[in-house]
Nanobody, 120 residues
Framework: VQLQASGGGLVQVGGSLGLSCAAS????????MGWYRQAPGKQRELVAT???????DYADSVKGRFSISRDNAKNTVYLQMNSLKPEDTAVYYC???????????????WGQGTFVTVSS
C-alpha cells in the first residue's frame, strides 16, 4: 500500500491550504485515514482522522479551523486548513489503517511528509 500526499507549501498567517492523500495498492478496506504533523523539536501528533463509519477526530488545536473529508471511492482523504497560525508550521504526514485483500488484520501505513509553513 502506498500513500501519496500532495498540497502544502508556504502561506501567510490567516491563510488557507489544502492537503490530499491517495491510497493505492492492495486495499480491501481503510479503517481510518488522516493526518499527523511533526514540528521541529516536537513529537508527531494527530491533526485529524476520519474513520470508516464516517466519524472524525480533531486535535483541539485545530478544531473549528481544519476540516477533514474522505472520498471512499478514490481512497483519498482531504484536509482543508483555514485560519492558519504560525504554530501550524510542521511536516504533515498522511496515515492510513488498511486491511489488505487476503489479510484479516489492519496495518498502519504512512505517506511521505509534506511541508506546511505559515509565515507571520
Amino acid at each position: 500500500v502506498q500513500l501519496q500526499a500532495s498540497g502544502g507549501g508556504l502561506v501567510q498567517v490567516g491563510g488557507s491550504l489544502g492537503l490530499s492523500c491517495a491510497a493505492s495498492g492492495n486495499i480491501f478496506a481503510i479503517n481510518a485515514m488522516g493526518w499527523y504533523r511533526q514540528a521541529p523539536g516536537k513529537q508527531r501528533e494527530l491533526v485529524a482522522t476520519t474513520h470508516i463509519g464516517g466519524s472524525t477526530d480533531y486535535a483541539d488545536s485545530v478544531k473549528g479551523r481544519f476540516s477533514i473529508s474522505r472520498d471512499n471511492a478514490k481512497n483519498t482523504v482531504y484536509l482543508q486548513m483555514n485560519s492558519l497560525k504560525p504554530e501550524d508550521t510542521a511536516v504533515y504526514y498522511c496515515n492510513a489503517l488498511v486491511v489488505s485483500v487476503g489479510w484479516d488484520v489492519e496495518y498502519n501505513f504512512w505517506g511521505q511528509g509534506t511541508f506546511v509553513t505559515v509565515s507571520s
